[in-house]
């Protein structure tokens, strides 16, 4: 099997998520804000860590700890733990970690942490 044809099982990537994008926006006065922003929405699977990782995660108080397992695209190319975040079922993850598997550029692995007393539309 050569890397660019690792296999993806598109069937258990069920999952509506959005990615939102960071960026600064000036006002009138020259105030900088803050604002993110819907970048690229696509389907992936979405699952708990494994136990070992749990409790790795649990150490370092992150225990709503996901991944996001998604196809590779164009878009996702600039994707960082910075200046992206990932919105899911009304929760929003920040970026702790991203894992082009294999560096086929066909799957990201993406670990997301629940960001503390957040949910989208707050």
Do not use: P
Request: aromatic share 8%.
């Amino acid at each position: 099997m050569t890397m660019s044809k690792l296999s993806v099982d598109i069937g258990k990537m069920n999952k509506r998520i959005m990615i939102q994008k960071q960026t600064v926006t000036i006002d009138a006065e020259g105030n900088h804000t803050s604002v993110w922003q819907d970048y690229f929405s696509c389907y992936a699977a979405v699952n708990g860590v494994s136990q070992r990782d749990y409790w790795n995660a649990r150490q370092q108080h992150e225990e709503n700890t996901v991944t996001f397992r998604m196809r590779c695209c164009s878009a996702l190319k600039l994707l960082n733990t910075v200046d992206y975040r990932i919105v899911c079922s009304g929760l929003i993850y920040d970026i702790t970690g991203i894992d082009n598997v294999l560096f086929a550029d066909s799957v990201l692995n993406i670990r997301g942490v629940i960001k503390d007393g957040e949910s989208e539309g707050d």
